[in-house]
Each structure stands twice: as C-alpha cells, then as structure tokens.
C-alpha cells in the first residue's frame, strides 16, 4: 500500500502490481472474517504463489545487494502463520 503512495518504494515493480494485492489483501480479509470452507485451500494456493515469490525476491536481494529485503520478511513468515490460523480454525469449527 505504501508503494501506492509513493512509486519510489515499488522499486521495479509497477503501480498496478501494487494496486492489484492491495485488492487482494481486501478480499483476503474480508473472507477471513465470512470463514467460507475453501478458505484453507485458497489461502495455500496463495501462500505458495508469495513464499515463491518473495522466498526468491529474499535470497535475491541477500545475494546479488548483501540487504535484507524486510517486507519479504514479513510475507514468508506471515502468510505461514496466517494459513496455520485458518486451517486450525476450520477444523475445530469442523468446517474441513
């Protein structure tokens, strides 16, 4: 969302990239709160899509600039923890 604000912070990556998962996250949380039972499986499609993406946008920015790229930090350990919490969710409400 910052880099909506300000484009310097996007590095290469376009503004409607940005504007595209700030959708996503909207939707993201707004089925988090409605607990459709193919939460689970979306939410692991969408965790291997990013650990991908940013797992290599990590190792990538340790190699080739020796920095840690912190908002890859957070996604690969984040998105993780936040499919832990919806698949313990789902099956203690038996939902899958």
């Known amino acids: 969302m910052a880099a909506l ?9 376009p503004t409607w990239r940005h504007a595209l ?3 996503i996250n909207a939707a993201l949380a707004v089925l988090i709160v409605l607990r459709p039972r193919w939460l689970p499986v979306l939410l692991a499609v969408l965790a291997a899509q990013q650990l991908w993406s940013h797992g ?3 190792v990538d920015a340790w ?3 020796h920095r840690v ?3 890859s930090v957070v996604v690969v350990v984040g998105i ?3 499919l832990a919490i919806v698949v313990h969710d789902a099956r203690a409400a ?3």
């Open 56 to 58: 290599r946008a990590l």
């Open 69 to 71: 790229d912190w908002a």
């Open 5 to 13: 604000v300000d484009p310097q912070l996007a590095g290469t990556d």
């Open 94 to 96: 038996r939902r899958w």
């Open 80 to 82: 993780p923890f936040a």
């Open 63 to 65: 190699k080739l600039e």
């Open 21 to 23: 998962f700030l959708g």
